[in-house]
């Protein structure tokens, strides 16, 4: 186990909602990622979170977006679902940013009906 | 951008035998590289992982190489066992702490017995 939980397992929604999805970090660790991995492929990054500010962004469009809490919790948020968007969703914390090793959480299945 | 190519996408070995996953990076700005084990229905699990200022490192039966000059580097699993069975993932990251990781598509590694 990694310390890292994500709620919910699962969820299915409709296209064109919105969803949110949550995140806490292994404890003392303050800097989030989000990744979408669709089936068959490797995760793909999202953005990143340090300090409640987001400071890395991989190709994803602006209705993907985030938050991160003083707790060093977080959620990610898409809007305007496509069914391109069904796919699993990883977060990722790691002590601080300068430090590589991050650990994965067990991730939330959506399916964009 | 970074690309990550990994091959092979599926290795069948036999219990006992060593199994081989290579992957080659496009940046030779990155600096670190981990692979991760990723059983069904689970996120990501870090086994081993190496900078780039390192040639090689071990922990027990696997090992990772890196080729700085070719830009590849490659995981190696001695002894493999029932439990090996899974999709394994190798990663690359260049520079600062806001970039996120860059994925290989995965290999499906099957151990016979």
């Known amino acids: 186990e990694t310390g890292v939980t994500q709620s919910p397992t699962h969820l299915i929604k409709t296209r064109g909602q919105q969803v949110t999805l949550r995140c806490s970090s292994q404890?003392?660790?303050?800097?989030v990622s989000w990744y979408q991995q669709a089936l068959g492929q490797g995760p793909q990054f999202i953005f990143q979170?340090?300090?409640?500010?987001?400071?890395g962004r991989g190709n994803f469009p602006p209705r993907f977006s985030g938050l991160q809490f003083p707790n060093y919790s977080s959620e990610l948020n898409v809007n305007a679902l496509e069914l391109d968007d069904s796919a699993l969703y990883l977060c990722?914390?790691?002590?601080?940013?300068?430090?590589?090793?991050?650990?994965f959480g067990p991730g939330t299945r959506l399916t964009v009906l | 951008g970074e690309n990550v190519e990994q091959h092979p996408s599926t290795l069948s070995v036999q219990e006992g035998d060593s199994a081989v996953i290579k992957c080659t990076y496009s940046?030779?700005?990155?600096?670190?590289f981990p692979w991760y084990k990723q059983e069904l229905g689970k996120g990501p699990q870090l086994i081993i992982d190496?900078?780039?200022?390192?040639g090689e490192k071990k922990d027990q039966r696997i090992a990772v190489t890196l080729n700085k000059t070719a830009k590849h580097f490659s995981l190696h699993i001695t002894e493999t066992q029932p439990e090996d069975s899974a999709v394994y993932f190798c990663?690359?990251?260049?520079?600062?702490?806001?970039?996120?990781?860059?994925f290989g598509k995965g290999t499906h590694l099957i151990i016979q017995p």
């Open positions: 404890s003392g660790h303050n800097t």
């Open positions: 940046d030779s700005a990155s600096n670190y």
């Open positions: 990663a690359a990251r260049t520079g600062g702490g806001a970039d996120g990781l860059t």
């Open positions: 990722a914390s790691r002590l601080e940013p300068l430090l590589d090793t991050q650990y």
């Open positions: 979170y340090y300090r409640e500010e987001e400071n």
């Open positions: 190496i900078r780039s200022n390192v």
